[in-house]
């Protein structure tokens, strides 16, 4: 047994091919000591990966395999990234373990990835970064947040940002991270809390580095290796999830921006800017989009609100 007890806590939603993945690489991590899945009421095969355990809704199942303590959880609905994180943070907690690493189901951690994370953890810096930068993907990180200036508005201005590739230390602080394999120690968890899960999606993973950062400093381990099985594309297309993008941005800044003005004036350029220029450019959808996200955002519209199944009956 380790003597650092730690847990992988996964959030799953019709992804089976890249979970399976995932979960056959956790097994074979010495230093793991237990994995905890949460099934975010997918309608896939996921369940089938478990089907030597007696699975019931909102109930926590426990197998063992090499000698790992696995619980699976399945929700008997859909609560988004953010809800989902939020509910196995909370049924996790009730276990024993000094460290949590934290990752979506479509990553996929080389052999050593954990026990290099352990390995940088020290009293000043008790969130560790995995790097994602691999053949097919360029991992950037984030070494300084601008959260005072109003008029930085746009994100290329915001955040300064370096390619790992051009990282020449072992690691390098860091203030921001995704859900895709930081490892937090159970104390920030205990003074940081629970996830937010008003996000619905994006931006909750934001949210929680910035209330870490209260309590502790961030790294990312150059050598620590993540690989992100599904590549994102860039597009300009506008779908559901651009809603959230708009709406969570607006709410993020009113949140953490560290003055009366910025916290005001932010949000209201970042929206009005966009929907000139989407005006200007007849690109109508995204005008609509843009306009509801930042109303419900004024009026405090936080959760879920836009799905892939009503996003065409809304705009």
Known sequence: MNERKTFAVVVTYNREKYLRNLYERLLEIDELDGIFILNNNGNDNTDIIFENTNLIENKVCKICRNRKD??????????????GFRKAFELVCGYEWDYLWIMDDDVFPEKDCLRKLLENVEDRFKVCIPNRTDEGFEDFACIKYDLSSPFKFRMKNRVKVISCNDVKKDTIEVFTMP?????????????????????????????????????????????????KQIIPIA?????????????????????????KLAREVRPWLIAHSLMIKTYITKDILRFKVLRKAYQDYKAGVMGKVITIENFKEIF
């Not at 597009?235 to 560290?258: G, L, Q």
């Open 179 to 227: 859900f895709e394999g930081p490892l937090i120690a159970r104390e920030i968890i205990q003074k940081v809390g629970l996830p937010d899960d008003k996000y619905f999606i994006i931006y909750d993973d934001s949210d929680y580095c910035r209330r870490c950062l209260k309590y502790t400093r961030a790294r990312m381990v150059m050598d620590a290796k993540l690989h």
């Open 70 to 83: 696995i619980y699976y959880y399945r929700n008997d609905c859909n609560l988004g990234g953010a809800g």
């Open 235 to 259: 597009s300009n297309e506008v779908n559901w999830k651009n809603y959230y993008a708009y709406r969570n941005c607006f709410a993020f800044d009113h949140k953490y921006c560290t003055n």
